[in-house]
C-alpha cells in the first residue's frame, strides 16, 4: 500500500458513482422503507479502488487533493472502508467533505419530516464518523471538515466534540483549497489552528491558481464555472461571485476523467445555458465551444443544472446544442436540474425576483411550461425542485403551484418538492424551518408524486438503454411498483399528519 500523510475521504452515499447515473444519488436520501442492502446497492454500491486508492471521487475532494500535492503534500482520496489501514499506516490529516452531513438539507429534510425512518445517507455518515472517533482514540491524527453544508455542524455543535473534529472549514462550498493546504501545512507542522475558519468570498480561490483535478471525478463531472447572477434569498450560491473556468482548463479536467476510462461527463455550473457570460443573456458562442469540447471527448454529455428563463431567452440556442449532443445513439437523452421553486407570482417576486429574468416576474408560470415544453421537444428531461414552505407562503401560493405542476404533466420530467431549510450562508437563513404541513400542502405534494409516478417508468427505459443496466433497470421497476402500490397509504398518511 501507498503512504500517505493526508488522506481524503467521506461516507459511502457519497463515494460511489450510483452506477454509472448520477440521478440515482437522488435515492441516498430517502428513508430506509426497504431493506438497507437493496436501497444501499441500487443507490449507492461501492466505487472501484486499488488499495483504497478510489477510481473515482467526489469533485470536490479532488479538487483538494489536486492542490495538496500541487503544494508538495502527499495526499490521496480514500475508499472509506480503507481510511483505518491509511491512518493505521501513518496518515496524519483526515480531510472529511459532505454536503449533507446530518440530513438538515432538502430532500432529505423533507423525507424525515413525515417518514419515520432514518435516511440512507444520514445512516452511512453516522457510522463513518462513529468509526472515525474510534480511531482517534487509537492513533495520532487530526480531523478536518470543510464543503458548503458545514453549517450544519454549527446547529450541533456538541458533536463537533464529541466526533473529535479538530478544524472547521467553512468554506459556503466555494473553492477553499489555499486555506485548506495552509490548514494542513500548519497541522502536519504540529503548529495551533483555529477550531473554525471562515471562508469568506473575497478568499475565494483567484483562477489563476486553480488547479485542475488529476484524477477521475464521479461520473466525470467537471465544473465549468462558480456563483450566480439571480441571486435567490433562498440559495447560498448566489452569494459567490460569477466566473467561468477557462476552456482549456475544461479540457484538462475532462482529460484527466477520459484518460482513466471515464467516457460520459457532466458540465457542472449554475446555469450551463450562462457560460462565458456575465449577465443573464446566453452567449451562444461561449456556450457552443464547451458543449462542442465536451462532445468531441465524451461518448454522452450531461449538464448539472440550467435556468428555465435562459433557455427561453435563446430557443435556437437550446436546440443547436441539443442537436449536438443528442445523437441518437451514444445518448439519446440530456438530463439537468432547474429550478421551478413555486407556481406563485408573489412568491417569486418576494424571494427570488430576477430568477425569470430577463422576462418581467408576472410572466413566471408561462416561463416554465413553454420551457419545459422546448426542452420536451428537444429531448432534455428536467429534474426539477419545488420548495414549499418558503417564509411568507400563503394557501394561494401552494394552489398556484400545484396548479403549475399538473399543467406539466404532458413534458418529461421529474418534479421534486423539498421543505424550505434556513441555509447558514443564504439571505434567508435565520428564518424559521419549515414544520406545518397542510391540508393543501398535501395536494401539491401528491401532484408532484403522481407526476414522477406518471413518468419514471418508461424514463428509467430510457435513461438506461445499455445491457449492462438490465438487473438495475429491473430493481428501479420495482422499486417503482412498491411505490406505486403504497401511494394510497402515503396520501392518507400525509392528510393525518396535516390535520394533526
Avoid at 467521506?10 to 450510483?18: A, K, V
Avoid at 419515520?116 to 495520532?140: A, G, Q, S
Avoid at 457542472?268 to 456556450?287: H, K, M
Amino acid at each position: 500500500m501507498p503512504r500517505f500523510d493526508v488522506v481524503l475521504s467521506t461516507d459511502r452515499s457519497l463515494m460511489t458513482n450510483h452506477h454509472g447515473k448520477e440521478f440515482l444519488g437522488f435515492g441516498t436520501t430517502m428513508p430506509l422503507i426497504l431493506p438497507r442492502r437493496f436501497i444501499q446497492w441500487l443507490f449507492c454500491p461501492p466505487i472501484r479502488h486499488r488499495d483504497g486508492v478510489v477510481w473515482q471521487a467526489p469533485y470536490s475532494l479532488r479538487r483538494a487533493e489536486a492542490a495538496l500535492v500541487a503544494a508538495g503534500i502527499r495526499a490521496a482520496v480514500i475508499d472509506p472502508d480503507y481510511v483505518p489501514r491509511y491512518v493505521a499506516d501513518g496518515a496524519r490529516v483526515l480531510i472529511v467533505r459532505h454536503h449533507d452531513w446530518f440530513g438538515l438539507n432538502p430532500p432529505t429534510s423533507t423525507w424525515t419530516a413525515f417518514i419515520d425512518k432514518e435516511p440512507l445517507n444520514v445512516v452511512l455518515f453516522r457510522e463513518f464518523i462513529e468509526r472515525v472517533r474510534k480511531l482517534k482514540d487509537r492513533y495520532d491524527f487530526k480531523l478536518v471538515v470543510t464543503g458548503p453544508a458545514v453549517w450544519q455542524w454549527l446547529h450541533k455543535p456538541h458533536l463537533v466534540e464529541e466526533y473529535g473534529v479538530d478544524v472547521i472549514v467553512d468554506s459556503n462550498g466555494d473553492r477553499e483549497e489555499p486555506v485548506l493546504v495552509n490548514v494542513v501545512r500548519r497541522l502536519l507542522e504540529g503548529k495551533r489552528v483555529p477550531k473554525y475558519i471562515k471562508v469568506g468570498v473575497p478568499d475565494s480561490t483567484p483562477m489563476e491558481r486553480m488547479v485542475p483535478i488529476m484524477h477521475a471525478s464521479v461520473n466525470g463531472l467537471v465544473e465549468i464555472g462558480r456563483g450566480c447572477p439571480r441571486r435567490c434569498a433562498f440559495c447560498s450560491v448566489g452569494q459567490r461571485p460569477l466566473r467561468w473556468y477557462p476552456l482549456d482548463f475544461i479540457e484538462r479536467e475532462i482529460e484527466a476523467n477520459v484518460r482513466e476510462g471515464v467516457d460520459s461527463g457532466i458540465l457542472s455550473c449554475t446555469d450551463v445555458l450562462l457560460y462565458g457570460s456575465s449577465s443573464v443573456i446566453p452567449n451562444p458562442e461561449a456556450v457552443i465551444k464547451v458543449n462542442k469540447l465536451a462532445k468531441s471527448m465524451w461518448r454522452s454529455v450531461g449538464w448539472s443544472h440550467c435556468t428555465l428563463a435562459a433557455a427561453l431567452v435563446n430557443r435556437r440556442l437550446v436546440e443547436d446544442v441539443a442537436h449536438m449532443l443528442i445523437d441518437g445513439e451514444k445518448q439519446k437523452l440530456l438530463g439537468v436540474e432547474v429550478g421551478v421553486e413555486s407556481g406563485s407570482v408573489e412568491i417569486m417576486r418576494k424571494h427570488m425576483p430576477a430568477k425569470p429574468r430577463p422576462f418581467p416576474v408576472e410572466k413566471w408560470p408561462e416561463i416554465v411550461e413553454q420551457a419545459f415544453a422546448l426542452f420536451h421537444e428537444n429531448n432534455i428531461v428536467p429534474a426539477a425542485t419545488i420548495i414549499v414552505g418558503l417564509p411568507g407562503e400563503r394557501e394561494e401560493d401552494v394552489v398556484a403551484t400545484t396548479e403549475l405542476v399538473k399543467r406539466l404533466r404532458p413534458y418529461r420530467s421529474l418534479i421534486v418538492p423539498m421543505f424550505f431549510v434556513p441555509m447558514g450562508p443564504s439571505r434567508l437563513g435565520r428564518e424559521e424551518w419549515f414544520r406545518r404541513i397542510k391540508p393543501y400542502h398535501v395536494d401539491l405534494l401528491m401532484a408532484c408524486l403522481d407526476h414522477a409516478l406518471y413518468w419514471a417508468e418508461r424514463l428509467i427505459d430510457e435513461y438506461m438503454t445499455e445491457k449492462r443496466f438490465a438487473i438495475v433497470r429491473r430493481a428501479l421497476k420495482w422499486f417503482l411498483s412498491r411505490v406505486k402500490e403504497y401511494r394510497p397509504r402515503v396520501e392518507e398518511k400525509l392528510r393525518s399528519f396535516a390535520e394533526s
